[in-house]
C-alpha cells in the first residue's frame, strides 16, 4: 500500500462515490485516509471469517463490489491476505502481527514468557506459545534454553496452518467438533485421510497434547498442549521443541506433565489479567 492510497483519497478518481466510507471524512475524522480504515475492516473480516468470499466481504463491510476487489488486491500484494481456490480468500502471513497484538500487550509479554522460560530451563528445549488466528497458528511468544549449543530458535510471527504441526493441532483438537471439521475439510483432500485426522484429533483431545516430528521443520519434533479456560474459547497452545535426534518422541512424552502445568499456569495468569482472546 503506498503513501498515495493515503493523501489522494479524497480526490482520487478510482475512489468509489458510491461507497459509503468515501463520504465519512467529513464527519470530524482525518481527512484522505479512508483507505486506510476500509483496508483494516476488510483484515478484520478476513481474520474473523475465513475462507471468506468477495461477496461477504462486501456484505461485512459495507463496501462496493469494485472498492473491495480493489483493496484486497492491494493486501494481497503486501501479504495480508490470501487467495484460496473457489472459496475467496484467507488471512496471510502478516496478519500475524494482529494475532501478536492480540494475545500478548506489553504488560502481560514479560510475565508469560517469565512462565516459558521456566519450562524451556526445566526441559532444556525450546518452548512457544501459538495464538490462532483464522485457520492459522502464529508464534507470539518464544523461550530459549542455551544449554545446547543446537536448539530451535524461535520466530516471532511465523505461522503455519492448525492442520499442520503439534501447536495447531492441539488448538484444532479442541476446538467445537463441527468447527474443527470444517477446517479439516478445507485442507485436507480424501475422505480417508479426513477420517484419519479426525481420529487423530480425537485422540489428542482424550490425552490432552499433541506431537508431530518433521512436518513445518525439518529434524524438529514438538509438543504442544492447548491454554484451556474455562468459558473462553481455545485459541493458544504451548509447544516443547527440539531436535529430533536429541528430542526424541520417549523424551517429548516425558515432558507432557510439565507441558500441561505450564499451560495450567498461563490459563490461570491469563484469566486473572483479564488478557481476551483472538479468533
Known amino acids: 500500500m503506498t503513501s498515495a492510497d493515503f493523501e489522494t483519497d479524497a480526490a482520487d478518481p478510482s475512489a468509489d462515490p458510491a461507497d459509503p466510507a468515501d463520504s465519512a471524512a467529513d464527519n470530524g475524522r482525518v481527512r484522505g485516509a479512508e483507505t486506510a480504515r476500509r483496508a483494516l475492516r476488510l483484515i ?55 494475532a501478536e497484538v492480540g494475545a500478548l500487550n506489553v504488560h502481560t509479554y514479560a510475565p508469560v514468557r517469565a512462565i516459558l522460560q521456566q519450562l524451556s530451563r526445566a526441559t532444556g528445549e525450546t518452548v512457544t506459545l501459538h495464538q490462532r488466528a483464522g485457520d492459522l497458528a502464529i508464534l ?44 479439516v ?22 490425552r490432552g497434547f499433541a506431537v508431530s516430528s518433521g512436518v513445518n521443520h525439518p529434524g524438529v519434533r514438538g509438543i504442544a498442549a492447548p ?15 527440539g531436535p529430533a535426534e536429541r528430542f526424541t518422541e520417549q523424551r517429548a512424552l516425558a515432558v507432557s506433565s510439565q507441558l500441561t502445568a505450564c499451560c495450567v499456569r498461563l490459563a490461570a495468569y491469563f484469566t486473572a489479567a483479564g488478557q481476551g482472546s483472538m479468533r
Open 44 to 98: 478484520e473480516t478476513l481474520i474473523a471469517e475465513q475462507p471468506v468470499r468477495l461477496d461477504t466481504l462486501v456484505e461485512r463491510t459495507g463496501l462496493t463490489k469494485s472498492t473491495a476487489y480493489r483493496l484486497m488486491r492491494v493486501l494481497q500484494e503486501e501479504g495480508y491476505a490470501e487467495k484460496f481456490g473457489h472459496d475467496g480468500y484467507r488471512a496471510g502471513p502478516r496478519c500475524a502481527v494482529f
Open 185 to 206: 475439510a478445507r485442507y485436507i483432500e480424501g475422505r480417508t485421510d479426513r477420517a484419519e485426522l479426525l481420529d487423530r484429533l480425537r485422540t489428542i483431545a482424550g
Open 227 to 241: 491454554v484451556l479456560r474455562d468459558g473462553a474459547p481455545t485459541t493458544m497452545s504451548v509447544a516443547v521443541v
Open 140 to 183: 507470539v511468544a518464544g523461550a530459549e534454553d542455551e544449554t545446547h549449543a543446537l536448539r530451535m530458535v524461535s520466530t516471532l510471527g511465523e505461522s503455519n496452518l492448525l492442520v499442520r504441526g503439534a501447536s495447531g493441532l492441539a488448538v484444532l483438537a479442541h476446538l467445537d467438533p463441527a468447527e474443527a471439521e470444517r477446517i
